[in-house]
């Protein structure tokens, strides 16, 4: 009797603290919602209270920061980012986990070195990198430096790492190419990890604002965080009007990480037997 008494403790207690930390994330969102709905004479009043809503505030925020461009702007940078940091990824990926060749452990740790340099220390050269070529204010400027990542190539690569090398020996012996290994067997048997890698990178990309600043000057190539910046611009006496973009901006973030939480977590645990 009595361990079952515990044991129901230890379950309330445990309850309790998933229910304060669902307070804790959910309630600055539930604040950002309200203040979004409400009008601007009315986002001081009862902030904490859903009251005198209306939609007049979204529509006015995506028509004063051009929101709509800018959505489809980094939707479709991101997209491209995301789409060739995955095949680069697994095949960089491959050749480290089953290819043979002179200095490859040199070389992937010359690949994970660069995860130690920050974004920060090499924006001045990338931007003039992209000025010589006159790619400012342009999707190649917003998309071709971030078509590789280091921390795909590691990830994949230790599960890879997990594959048994008789099924890569077996795979050969029947004939099966090294691209045919990699697309039918590799590639499916790492579907969480790669999963895991796309919404990885595609959040990654979508949150994007240092490089977007730096790189363009026309509105044309607004992605959604330099959109927010513009409408914090042009709104700076209507704070509800940021509130309100900020909510349509984060909108697909919510909606593809529910989408994708399953492969998320299934992708963060997949790699976790092998090093």
């Given at each position: 009797?009595?361990?079952?008494?515990?044991?129901?403790?230890?379950?309330?207690?445990?309850?309790?603290?998933?229910?304060?930390?669902?307070?804790?994330?959910?309630?600055?969102?539930?604040?950002?919602?309200?203040?979004?709905l409400?009008?601007?004479n009315?986002?001081?009043?009862?902030?904490?209270?859903?009251?005198?809503?209306?939609t007049?505030?979204?529509?006015?925020?995506?028509?004063?920061?051009?929101?709509?461009?800018?959505l489809?702007?980094?939707?479709?940078?991101?997209?491209?980012i995301?789409?060739?940091?995955?095949?680069?990824?697994?095949?960089?990926?491959?050749?480290?986990?089953?290819?043979?060749?002179?200095?490859?452990?040199?070389?992937?740790?010359a690949?994970?070195?660069?995860?130690?340099?920050?974004?920060?220390?090499?924006?001045?050269?990338?931007?003039?990198?992209m000025?010589?070529?006159?790619?400012?204010?342009?999707?190649?400027?917003?998309?071709?430096?971030?078509?590789?990542?280091?921390?795909?190539?590691?990830?994949?690569?230790?599960?890879?790492?997990?594959?048994?090398?008789?099924?890569?020996?077996?795979?050969?012996?029947?004939?099966?190419?090294?691209?045919?290994?990699?697309?039918?067997v590799?590639?499916?048997?790492?579907?969480?990890?790669?999963g895991?890698?796309?919404?990885?990178?595609?959040?990654?990309?979508?949150?994007?604002?240092?490089?977007?600043?730096l790189?363009?000057?026309?509105?044309?190539f607004?992605?959604?965080?330099?959109?927010?910046?513009?409408?914090?611009?042009?709104?700076?006496?209507?704070?509800?009007?940021?509130?309100?973009?900020?909510?349509?901006?984060?909108?697909?973030?919510?909606?593809?990480?529910?989408?994708?939480?399953?492969?998320?977590?299934?992708?963060?645990?997949?790699?976790?037997?092998?090093?």
């Open positions: 009797m009595a361990i079952d008494q515990v044991y129901g403790a230890r379950k309330v207690g445990r309850y309790l603290l998933l229910t304060f930390m669902a307070f804790v994330v959910i309630f600055p969102i539930y604040m950002m919602v309200v203040g979004a409400k009008p601007g009315k986002v001081l009043v009862n902030p904490l209270l859903p009251t005198d809503f209306t007049g505030t979204l529509t006015e925020a995506w028509r004063t920061g051009h929101l709509g461009r800018a489809w702007n980094s939707a479709y940078v991101s997209v491209l995301t789409l060739a940091q995955v095949v680069t990824s697994i095949l960089a990926a491959y050749a480290f986990a089953f290819l043979r060749f002179p200095g490859k452990t040199f070389v992937f740790v690949f994970l070195a660069t995860l130690l340099v920050p974004l920060e220390a090499t924006l001045t050269v990338n931007r003039r990198t000025q010589s070529l006159s790619w400012i204010n342009s999707y190649k400027a917003l998309t071709i430096p971030f078509l590789a990542t280091a921390f795909g190539i590691f990830m994949i690569r230790q599960v890879f790492l997990t594959i048994p090398k008789e099924m890569h020996e077996a795979a050969s012996m029947d004939g099966l190419g090294r691209l045919g290994f990699l697309w039918q590799a590639v499916p048997l790492s579907r969480p990890t790669i895991a890698l796309t919404l990885f990178s595609f959040l990654t990309s979508w949150n994007q604002y240092l490089w977007p600043t790189v363009t000057t026309n509105q044309k607004n992605t959604v965080q330099t959109g927010l910046k513009t409408l914090k611009l042009a709104a700076i006496d209507k704070p509800n009007l940021v509130i309100a973009g900020t909510v349509i901006v984060a909108l697909p973030i919510f909606v593809v990480l529910i989408a994708f939480q399953r492969q998320l977590i299934r992708g963060l645990t997949a790699g976790a037997v092998k090093g």
